[in-house]
């Protein structure tokens, strides 16, 4: 069973989210999705309209996902690819080469993102009306 592992804050779920899960999990069998908590993302300066309890049921529910875990620190990848016998951890480009030091310890795919949407977008979109 080829494990596949991706990281991310899905916050206003959208189709480029959706999209990143589906390619990711069509890399393997089982998708394991780590949903930065709250936390973790005011380190990462992002402030998210969806709380993190919630971003993880809704990203629970997508079809492709298997198991959903919380995202509260940088270092954990490593921890997770061990603990989770992670075959693939999949990045959107946007990512490109920032994660290819864990290649030493399995596959390491950037997919590209979906052009023309974002959550910063809808945001801003949302403001403008
Ligand atoms: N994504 C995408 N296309 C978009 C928007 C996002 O493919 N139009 C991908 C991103 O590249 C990422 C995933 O969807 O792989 C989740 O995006 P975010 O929620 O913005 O995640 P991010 O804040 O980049 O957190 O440790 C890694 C971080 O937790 C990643």
Same mark, same amino acid.
């Given at each position: #069973?080829?494990t %596949? ?15 990143? !899960? ?8 089982? !998708? ?11 380190? $990462? ?7 993190? %309890?919630?971003? #993880?049921?809704? %990203? +629970? ?5 298997? &198991? ?8 954990? &990848?490593?921890?997770?690819i061990q603990k989770y016998n992670v075959d693939? %951890?999949? #990045?959107?480009?946007?990512? &490109?080469?920032?994660?290819?030091? !864990? ?9 590209? +993102? ?8 809808? $945001?801003?979109? !949302? $403001?403008? &009306?």
């Amino acid at each position: #069973m080829r494990t %596949v592992i991706t990281y991310g804050t899905f916050d206003l779920f959208h189709i480029g989210h959706l999209n990143l !899960l589906r390619r990711a999990k069509e890399l393997g069998d089982y !998708l394991i999705v780590a949903v930065s908590t709250d936390e973790f993302n005011a380190l $990462k300066g992002k402030k998210c309209e969806i709380c993190d %309890v919630d971003r #993880m049921e809704i %990203v +629970r529910a997508i079809r492709y996902v298997d &198991k959903v875990i919380p995202e509260t620190s940088w270092e954990q &990848k490593v921890k997770d690819i061990q603990k989770y016998n992670v075959d693939i %951890v999949v #990045m959107g480009d946007d990512w &490109k080469g920032k994660f290819n030091d !864990l290649r030493q310890y399995c596959e390491v795919v950037y997919l590209p +993102r979906t052009v023309g949407i974002s959550t910063t977008q809808i $945001k801003g979109d !949302l $403001k403008g &009306k």
